[in-house]
């Protein structure tokens, strides 16, 4: 097999972190001995996460076996996974805000015809919705668990608590027409053909702010490994919550 030399756009504070947690992860469970050490396994995981490298190729990029590559990644998610901040945990940080920007976002999987509760009708295609809650500045704050993408943006952001949290905080809030009855926290553009001039103006207003949350789906779609799912569904909350924390410890 051929090789050749590669790189992840991705800081050395970042492998650091994560190589952090995978060496208080085997001291936890008394490993004695593995065939990478935990700075190698972090910057696999990196490769699997950030440029979407399958495990076949990163078997042979680190001389293991696939199997092994399979147990270091989901090592590495679960370490990761399980510090993630829950809404409310975030919410601490997200109330300091002027306001926040939501957005939810399909992230594609492989999935056949016949897994309808995934197959999103807006997007026509399979994939898992996620919610997003971006700063003023498109910063990325916090992201949702994941359900099926089928899962409407409003009842989504309902199911996780998301408008409830920020009603409590006080917090303004922008999001696009999909969370038209979110209530007083969220502000939404107005809907229709015939608007007046005044409503015109405000949508115009009102997609300015917005737009910013673009940057925070942009960094999200920058691990490469979520622009096609093809892992459980049941894994793909975990990998999301360890790109945050990922994403947080490189800021």
Known sequence: MLVY??????????????????????QEIGTRWRRLPASRQALLALAHLRCGDTYAQLASGFGVGIATVY??????????AGLAPSLAEAMRTIREKAFVILDGTLLPI??????TPYYSGKHKRHGMNVQVLA??????????????????????????????????????CWADKAYHGAGSPVRVPFRGRRLKRWQRRHNTTHAKIRCLGE????????WRLLRKLRCSTNRITAIVQAILLLHHASA
């Open 71 to 80: 147990r270091y990644v989901r090592e590495a998610v679960g370490a990761l």
């Open 110 to 115: 492989d999935r056949i015809a016949a897994d």
């Open 215 to 222: 940057q925070a789906m942009a960094t999200l779609k920058g």
């Open 135 to 172: 700063d003023p500045f498109g910063r990325l704050l916090w992201i949702s668990p994941a359900l099926p993408g089928s899962t409407h943006d409003l009842t989504a952001a309902r199911q996780h608590g998301i408008i409830e949290a920020l009603a409590e905080a006080g917090l303004r």
């Open 5 to 26: 030399p590669s790189a992840i756009d991705l800081s050395s504070r970042t492998l650091r972190f994560l190589t952090r947690r995978l060496e208080a992860r085997r």
